[in-house]
């Protein structure tokens, strides 16, 4: 069991409001990534770490920001929350710690809705 | 326009029956996984495979990978309710990163 846990589990926020997503991992591992996940579009990258305070862009990025001060914590920020935000949310680590995939261990994640 | 075309969408069938979920692009990775997923959970990782044509087997599931390393496809023999879930292939193009099909939601009927 890689450890890693989503918080919170659900939220409910109004427009215009921020938002910051949770993901905690126990073992270490360098690189982190969050998806949303969304009907007819599977998972979609928005934002990922190979490091503490060292993030990129995913393919779906606008709207968001990251942080990752300590190696253990990913947080993920909606600085103005939109109704097209209402996903669900989920952070992900890679499995060993070399540079090529061989598959993630995803969270359980967190289900967002923007009113 | 997804990178990677998941078939069918959807699939419902009966307990016993075989399956074939495919996964294609015009890309090349240079790996590719199948999750499956449960409501309310994230996915898990079933299987990775690397080399082309590269054929994995996990019970009653099997996995194999294109010779040119494009394609995908998972082959599920005699179905249980169990089976029933989203499953999901990701392709690895550059370094860590995956990206993911839209998914086939499988229901298998007792």
């Known amino acids: 069991d890689a450890g890693i846990t989503q918080s919170p589990r659900h939220k409910v926020t109004e427009t215009g409001t921020p938002v910051t997503l949770r993901c905690h991992q126990t073992?270490?591992?360098?690189?982190m990534y969050w998806y949303r996940q969304d009907p007819g579009h599977g998972l979609r990258l928005i934002h990922y770490?190979?490091?503490?305070?060292?993030?990129d862009k995913g393919e779906v990025s606008d709207g968001y920001s990251v942080s990752r001060s300590k190696t253990e914590d990913f947080l993920l920020t909606l600085e103005s929350a939109t109704s097209s935000q209402t996903s669900v949310y989920f952070c992900?680590?890679?499995?060993?710690?070399?540079?090529?995939?061989?598959?993630?261990?995803f969270g359980s994640g967190t289900r967002l809705t923007v009113v | 326009t997804q990178l990677l075309e998941q078939s069918p969408q959807f699939l419902s069938i009966q307990e016993g029956e075989n399956l074939t979920v495919y996964c294609n692009s015009s890309?090349?990775?240079?790996?590719l996984q199948w999750y499956r997923q449960e409501p309310g959970e994230g996915p898990v990782l079933l299987v990775t495979?690397?080399?082309?044509?590269e054929v994995k087997k996990l019970k009653r599931l099997t996995f194999q990978f294109g010779d040119a390393r494009k394609d995908s496809s998972l082959h599920i023999t005699a179905a249980q309710p169990g089976d029933t879930g989203l499953y999901l292939c990701?392709?690895?193009?550059?370094?860590?990163?995956?990206?993911f099909g839209a998914g086939t939601i499988l229901r298998v009927k007792s």
């Open positions: 992900a680590i890679t499995l060993g710690q070399g540079a090529r995939s061989y598959g993630y261990t």
């Open positions: 073992e270490n591992h360098r690189y």
């Open positions: 770490s190979y490091g503490v305070k060292d993030t």
């Open positions: 890309s090349v990775f240079s790996s």
């Open positions: 495979v690397v080399t082309g044509g």
């Open positions: 990701a392709g690895a193009r550059y370094g860590n990163k995956l990206v």
